[in-house]
């Protein structure tokens, strides 16, 4: 399984972004899907997830009413529409697969893409 996340760049404060991330390869049925950051010098942390038919998400406090988690199967991509942007969401977003609807542990997680710059400006 391959996941290629794009999307990320240079916004100012109280912006908007769109991450997408398109997976290949694997089994055909889909499979829960999250979104992590990382700053420099920090730990990976949650995002959000979204189920498998989307009919679930969940989402980390710190971007809750500000984040929304999306997935188009007949795609294979999930996305992430971030608004109100802060200089603390800056950080390498991640997009990862194959863990159980809920997990928020990045270990409980398969597949990873490689990253996409999300860098907030004040």
């Known amino acids: 399984v391959q996941l290629q996340a794009s999307g990320g760049g240079l916004v100012q404060t109280g912006g908007s972004l769109k991450l997408s991330c398109v997976r290949s390869?694997?089994?055909?049925?889909?499979?829960?899907l999250a979104w992590f950051r990382q700053a420099p010098g920090e730990e990976r942390e949650f995002v959000a997830t979204i189920s498998r038919n989307g009919g679930m998400t969940s989402y980390a406090d710190a971007v809750k009413g500000r984040f929304t988690i999306s997935r188009d199967n007949a795609r294979k991509t999930v996305y992430l529409q971030m608004t109100s942007l802060k200089p603390g969401d800056t950080a390498n977003y991640y997009c990862?697969?194959?863990?159980?609807?809920?997990?928020?542990?990045?270990?409980?997680?398969?597949?990873w893409g490689q990253g996409t710059l999300v860098t907030v400006s004040s």
């Open positions: 990862a697969g194959g863990g159980l609807y809920g997990a928020r542990r990045p270990q409980d997680y398969d597949y």
């Open positions: 390869g694997g089994i055909t049925s889909p499979y829960n």
